[in-house]
């Protein structure tokens, strides 16, 4: 079973993570924009080749999900790092708001259904962790989510994690890598983000007024991520707190952590076998014989 990588930004598996201790910010030494551009570059590349024999080899599927507060840079991370991949190997899928329809399920189910296949690589943008994330922030919403009677509603929270968890134990089990970012940005650069948005035409589409006022519930939402990641950080299925202030240096990290994960699994092209060989001899003779 897969086991995460080790990285500065690996939050660990023993309850211990703080919101306020993780950095918004790259390090002083970090290397600078060009630098920075320059190696997701050259982490594409491999990336690229490493999901061509991910795919062949079908044995493992990788599932990366993406959470965050509204500008901290999700699209454009998953666009940036995964701009190189084969797109027959590769989904995205971006949740918001559930139906009528989902709402008439279990809170994995709406999910579920879109897990990437062996070979493949599945991207969430925002996912199952709303659950515990918006909804534990908003609790108001649990009124749509049509829970029996006696759910244990003083716990629901804590049984959630265990779900999540246990899903995910299950998936890692059966081959699924699972990687976890939190894009962790700053309040600060958050107004800024959404000032650049107003300010210049071709983002307007991307304002909305419900994400300012989302600011509002900005500690509770430190506490809800705090608080979910501290439970469902595990080996199999680690979260990374990547600092988003910088978004050349964010990206970097995320295609690193990425690369770095498939490289630890025994990812190979398929052998062929002796009597497939004579197979092959016979058909490439078939074919030398052919007049142009």
Known sequence: ??????????????????????????????NGNQQCKQLLNDLVEQLDELQRILNAHDRHAMLL?????????KDGTIRAVMRGIDPAGCQ?????????????????WRTTKHLPRRGSIGIFNRSYYEEVLIVRVHPDLLKNQKLPADMDMQNIWDHRYKSINAFEKHMARNGTVILK???????????????????????????SESDVK????WKSYMEAFEQALNATSKPWAPWYAIPADNKGYMRFCVADI???????????????????????????????REKD
């Open 1 to 30: 079973m897969f086991k995460a990588v080790n990285n500065p930004y690996l939050v660990p598996f023993d309850g211990t993570f703080r919101v306020k201790n993780a950095a918004t910010s790259p390090p002083s030494n970090a």
């Open 214 to 217: 989302e600011r509002g519930h």
């Open 181 to 207: 970012f939190w894009l962790n940005i700053s309040c600060k650069e958050q107004r800024w983000r959404f000032l650049s948005r107003l300010d210049e035409p071709h983002k307007h589409w991307k304002f």
């Open 92 to 108: 995205v899928m971006s949740f918001k708001q559930p139906g009528h329809e989902e709402l008439d399920h279990d809170f994995l």
């Open 65 to 73: 999900i993406f959470q965050g507060m509204d500008t901290a840079g």
């Open 258 to 288: 990425i690369v770095k994960s498939l490289q630890t699994l025994d990812l190979h092209y398929p052998k062929v076998s002796a009597a497939d060989k004579k197979r092959f001899d016979k058909v490439r003779k078939i074919l030398q």
